[in-house]
């Protein structure tokens, strides 16, 4: 049974599902960046690309929230919006760490920046996995636990490396660089989070419906 037995606004999951694919595919562009960065500096356009499409499916989805004509919605406006915007926060965060590494003219990447990226990447990939659920009634759980279980991962490095900034006298712009790197990494691993706790809600209303 669909996870949203209620479910009759078809375009809309197809629009929550885009969203899902452009996560996933900002994520692994940005591991590919960081991993041989400055070599592949030119990936952080692509990144661009996809923050710009996600604006756009985001733009999408709240006018079909919002549309009269459309056909009831699987799960409330409110929930629909904070999805979206969660959705699109994911690829924003990811964004902006491309932007910084310009910005700040990094000369190389730090092996913690690349296991973050490697943490977004699962989450992401879960998040995607998620969002088609709930269109094709697979199990949602799962990806959930395993999103819970990478934010707390990704909290771990993030920790450890802005800790060891602080060890053997680093250069003190080398460590605002990096925190500020580090942060936006790990906002994005938390956005993910929030899509799960999002489609946790959704899920328990629904059920209490039935």
């Known amino acids: 049974m669909p996870l949203l037995r209620r479910s009759i606004d078809e375009p809309l999951l197809a629009l929550l599902e885009e969203s899902g694919r452009n996560v ?13 960065y400055p070599e592949r500096a030119t990936l ?10 996600g604006d756009r499916i985001t733009h999408d989805l709240i006018h079909r929230l919002n549309s009269t004509r ?27 760490v491309a932007d910084t590494l310009g910005l700040y003219a990094v000369e190389a990447t730090m092996e913690a920046a690349v296991d973050l990226a490697d943490v977004l990447v699962g989450a992401s990939e879960q998040v995607a996995h998620a969002l088609r659920c709930m269109r094709t009634g697979s199990g949602l759980a799962p ?6 279980r990478l ?16 060890v053997g006298g680093t250069d003190p712009m080398v460590v605002i660089r990096w925190r500020d790197i580090f942060e936006s990494l790990e906002a994005a691993v ?15 209303r629904d059920r209490r419906r039935r």
């Not at 996933?24 to 041989?36: A, G």
């Not at 952080?44 to 499409?53: F, G, M, P, Y």
């Not at 938390?190 to 328990?204: F, K, M, Q, S, Y």
């Open 190 to 204: 938390d956005a993910c989070e929030t899509v799960a706790h999002l489609l946790e809600g959704i899920a328990l």
């Open 24 to 36: 996933q595919r900002t994520s692994l562009l940005l591991r590919d960046l960081l991993i041989d």
């Open 44 to 53: 952080a356009q692509d990144l661009r690309l996809c923050e710009q499409e």
């Open 151 to 166: 934010e707390n991962e990704g909290d771990r490095i993030r920790r450890d490396a802005v800790a060891s900034l602080f």
């Open 143 to 148: 990806h959930l636990v395993e999103i819970h």
């Open 70 to 96: 459309r056909v009831r919605a699987p799960f409330d406006a409110g929930d629909g919006y904070r999805l979206a915007t969660a959705l699109d926060d994911i690829v924003d965060e990811a964004e902006q």
